[in-house]
């Protein structure tokens, strides 16, 4: 057995801690797929892109803020965002995709890793009895 999964992570066997993101991509891809070919009126790519935010992107950041990916796994991830965008929009090329991800308010997936796992810290720590279990940690 090469990997588990735990809680929904896929931990993978190696000699220092290693998650798979791939069935992460895959219920991506199943998730926006599905939405892409239902919505088929013309000039629905801001409906695609509200709905690419609302229900694929949790699948991409399911679980970050407690396991930080490495960069290799957020690249792969952030590829997924841009390989969407690119089959909304029909544009070629990285300074389009990206343009069109700034007007959209689709910022990378390390910015947004980061902006969650902040703000779990900070829950964390504003929490009564976490914050007692901190302190007294500390004092020991």
Do not use: W
């Not at 389009?96 to 007007?103: D, E, K, L, T, V």
């Not at 947004?112 to 302190?135: G, P």
């Amino acid at each position: 057995m090469s990997s588990v999964k735990y809680l929904g992570v896929h931990v993978v066997a190696a000699k220092c801690f290693k998650i798979s993101v791939d069935h992460l991509k895959v219920r991506f891809y199943r998730v926006f797929n599905c939405i892409f070919s239902r919505v088929k009126a013309p000039n629905s790519e801001l409906v695609v892109i509200h709905l690419l935010k609302s229900y694929c992107l949790p699948f991409l950041l399911y679980a970050s803020e407690a396991v930080l990916p490495s960069n290799s796994n957020i690249q792969s991830l952030d590829n997924c965002i841009n390989r969407a965008i690119f089959k909304i929009f029909g544009l070629n090329g990285s300074e389009c995709i990206q343009a069109i991800r700034q007007s959209v308010n689709l910022p990378s997936l390390k910015l947004l890793i980061e902006s969650r796992r902040l703000k779990f810290v900070n829950r964390l720590l504003n929490h009564k009895q976490c914050a007692t279990l901190f302190l007294t940690s500390v004092v020991y």
